[in-house]
């Protein structure tokens, strides 16, 4: 997963830091803000899909799209080491 | 597909212990002499870690021990305490120069300014009076983007693993909830999203 929220986690500090322009002081501190928000949203989806009982819901992915998250993997490490 | 994964994280793995002086991956810059402490210190706990999970001839009690589920992280904590006990009992107090030769990660000088001395210590980045709360609107889009991914990958990747384990008997919820727990604690100390890595 941390592979694939790089460019996720990337662009939002690219937008904040767009925003406040080039060497502004609160661009690290809104930043990291961004990214520990970030977390808390996630888990807080996670707990909400689990006490709405979602994860029968997960039965429903076919087994090809399994393995080609899986697969889609490689692309997405060789993005990161092309960055 | 797996398999392929597992060779390009592989070498990842062994570029990433290179000091950012040479960046390219080279069997002369993998065992040149100056590399190859650390080159035994990540590839030697890699190859414990990998031969203790799988011998099967190994002692009763320790093949109980290395089939808890918690024997995985607890194993990667012990690497990271030993590193700084080994750090400190050899009383290297300069970590800039621990960075350089690539023990540490170096942080880029652009990024420097803020942290001054202690640049282990991310929540000194957390200076609540300088954050821009306008400017956060501005990530929101990705924001968005990375948890609806994350919460939709979950699932897949959770069953995936399982496949790939022959664990059949597992509870989609309980995944949910252990992940949701993660990521609040994560988001609550202030570092990135997390997810189970298949």
Redesign the interface.
Known sequence: ??V??LP??R???A??Q???GEG???T????????????????????V??AF???????Y?P?T???G???K??PC??RL?NL | MIGAVGVSLFLLGLEITLPSTMPHLSLSALFESSHLPMLAASLGSAIFLSSSTRFAFSPGIIKDMTERPLYVPVFCLVVGFTFWIIIAACGIADLKRLASVGWLFAVEASSRQDLAANEWNYWKLFDFGKIEWRALSAGVRDTVLLVVIGALSLPIFASATALELDVLDYSMDHEFVGHGISNLVAGAIGTLPNLLVC
């Not at chain 1, 928000?37 to 888990?43: D, E, K, Q, R, V």
């Not at chain 1, 009982?53 to 039965?59: D, P, Q, S, V």
Request: glycine share 8%; aromatic share 6%.
């Open positions: 997963m941390l694939e929220s996720f986690l662009s939002i500090a937008s904040i767009k925003k406040l502004h002081p609160g690290l501190p809104t930043t990291m803000c961004a990214f520990a928000l970030t977390s808390i949203l996630l888990g807080a989806v996670f707990l899909l689990a009982r979602c994860g029968n819901l997960a039965g992915f087994q799209v399994m393995t998250v899986i697969g993997s490689i490490l060789h080491k």
